[in-house]
C-alpha cells in the first residue's frame, strides 16, 4: 500500500496559476505511473495528465498547453503547473499510483471568473 498526499489547491482568479504537488510514502515511486484526476460537482472523475517511470507524459485535450506535469523522484514526489486557469478547471484534484489503485484525499482548486 502506499499513501498519498496533495497541496497546493485554492482559489485563484481566472487566468492566474497554481502548482500541485503530491508526495507519495513508497520509496520505488520512480518505478511506476503517476497520475493527476479532477472531479467537478456533479461530474465524473476525469484524467488530467499522467506521466510513465520513463518520463513519457500524456494530457487532456482540454488543459494541453496550460497544464505541465513533472516528478521529482529523488523527493517522492509528482507536480501540476496550472497556467492559465480557468473557472470550468475548478474541482477537486487527486493524484493516483494506478498501479496500486492509491489515491490521495484530494485538494480543492476553485478558479474564480
Known amino acids: 500500500q502506499v499513501q498519498l498526499v496533495e497541496s497546493g489547491g485554492g482559489l485563484v482568479q481566472a487566468g492566474g496559476s497554481l502548482r500541485l504537488s503530491c508526495v507519495a510514502s513508497?520509496?520505488?515511486?520512480?518505478?511506476?505511473?503517476v497520475g493527476w484526476y479532477r472531479q467537478a460537482p456533479g461530474k465524473q472523475r476525469e484524467l488530467v495528465a499522467a506521466?510513465?517511470?520513463?518520463?513519457?507524459?500524456n494530457y487532456a485535450d482540454s488543459v494541453k498547453g496550460r497544464f505541465t506535469i513533472s516528478r521529482d523522484n529523488a523527493k517522492n514526489t509528482v507536480y501540476l503547473q496550472m497556467n492559465s486557469l480557468k473557472p470550468e478547471d475548478t474541482a477537486v484534484y487527486y493524484c493516483t499510483l494506478p498501479i496500486f489503485d492509491s489515491w490521495g484525499q484530494g485538494t480543492q482548486v476553485t478558479v474564480s471568473s
Open positions: 506521466i510513465t517511470s520513463a518520463g513519457s507524459i
Open positions: 513508497r520509496s520505488t515511486f520512480s518505478m511506476y505511473t
